[in-house]
């Protein structure tokens, strides 16, 4: 099921529109009553019909329902030919669980945007085995600030290009400088270290890779990245886009977290380029995975090439 990014660009998503019909699902932890209220905010104030899915309710401990009813939620959306778009309502744990249940032939010949970050790059990556572009995002009803909102409606409606623009209190750093050309793939580094040796593992040859995490000390993040470099995974990789690796809990003996990224990813003599505006933090980028960007490390930009959406 993997796929060599780097040989053809993948199938773009149709864009957005004013009335479209959004699927919301949860394929990953359970969602409180209040968010999926607010979700069906975001969608109001995006012009977008949301419709939840039938399990979205469901809890199991730490899971949205079974896997049975996240699964059949999911395909439903994937299916349905009415569905515009499949926005996640959250991450978690447990959209890992669902691959092998799951059958993308839908998106393949129609392409949707499927909208989502965190436990959810799980599906991204699935999604670009089956040559399909999709968007590492904000999920609806967390906070959504006018940073984020006129982030995603370009990326998501306008199909826009071009440098993307860095919120007043972002500094980016520069751990290794250069310029990198490549597709955009990625997202949370403990599910690409999880998926690693399955059908669906990252293989970033051509890519620049996304890499973002939440509440992992600084030596598991170390390990994440060494089982990736272990396993193959960077192999012909063209950059590093790193975004907050937030809510880090203070360990002994700790490190400074760049000069882990430094140290495990200076061999590969590519650009790595961190404190990006994407990850587990409010004012945040929407990311069109597949589509062609340019990173400069030195002046901390990073330019879409070609539009996530059709």
């Not at 929407?286 to 990173?295: E, K, N, Q, T, V």
Request: proline share 8%.
């Amino acid at each position: 099921m993997t796929i060599d990014s780097a040989r053809s660009a993948p199938r773009r998503p149709a864009r957005l529109f004013e009335g479209a019909r959004i699927a919301l699902v949860a394929p990953a932890g359970p969602i409180p009553e209040e968010r999926l209220e607010a979700a069906r905010t975001q969608c109001s104030e995006f012009d977008i019909e949301p419709l939840v899915g039938r399990f979205a309710r469901a809890r199991s401990g730490y899971l949205a329902g079974s896997d049975d009813e996240r699964a059949a939620d999911l395909q439903h959306a994937i299916d349905d030919p009415s569905i515009d778009a499949i926005w996640a309502l959250r991450g978690g744990y447990g959209t890992l669980r669902l691959l092998p249940r799951m059958n993308w032939s839908a998106m393949v010949a129609r392409p949707r945007p499927y909208i989502g970050f965190s436990d959810n790059t799980a599906v991204h990556l699935a999604l670009t085995a089956c040559g399909v572009g999709s968007f590492h995002a904000p999920h609806p009803g967390t906070t959504f600030p006018p940073f984020s909102k006129t982030a995603f409606r370009a990326t998501l409606f306008d199909g826009a290009i071009g440098v993307l623009p860095m919120p007043a209190d972002c500094t980016p750093v520069t751990i290794c400088p250069g310029v990198a050309s490549g597709r955009l793939l990625g997202g949370n580094l403990s599910l690409l270290a999880a998926l690693a040796g399955t059908p669906w593992a990252l293989r970033a040859r051509g890519c620049i890779v996304l890499l973002e995490d939440v509440g992992e000390a600084v030596y598991r993040t170390d390990r994440a990245l060494t089982q990736l470099i272990l396993s193959g995974a960077f192999e012909g990789v063209e950059g590093f886009a790193i975004g907050r690796f937030t809510e880090r809990p203070v360990a002994q003996n700790d490190r400074d977290l760049h000069d882990v990224f430094r140290e495990r990813l200076e061999p590969y003599n590519v650009p790595v380029l961190s404190n990006l505006p994407f990850g587990h933090i409010d004012e945040q980028w929407s990311l069109p995975i597949g589509s062609l960007a340019r990173m400069d490390a030195a002046s901390g930009s990073l330019e879409l090439l070609e539009p996530g959406v059709v």
